[in-house]
């Protein structure tokens, strides 16, 4: 079942702080990885956080937010 924006600005926000507290690699037996770029992560939040917002709002303010901006 698909996650609603909520529940995955949570998990964003829970990997953000994995990367802040734990690192941004990860290494066993000689590998090394990369978790998720904390760049991109922090647009993640931001648009999901936008989206949660507008899911709040009225209608017209959810369409307005759903819209993007061509000026």
């Known amino acids: 079942m698909a ?3 909520a ?3 949570d998990l964003v926000d829970a990997a953000i702080e994995s990367v802040l ?3 941004q690699a990860v290494g066993a037996m000689g590998q090394t990885w990369t978790k998720a770029d904390l760049t991109q992560l922090y647009k993640m939040r931001a648009d999901l956080q936008a989206r949660v917002a507008a899911a709040k709002g009225s209608p017209l303010r959810r369409a307005v937010a759903a819209a993007p901006y061509r000026g």
């Open 3 to 5: 996650k609603t924006d």
């Open 7 to 9: 529940e995955l600005l």
């Open 21 to 23: 507290t734990k690192g």
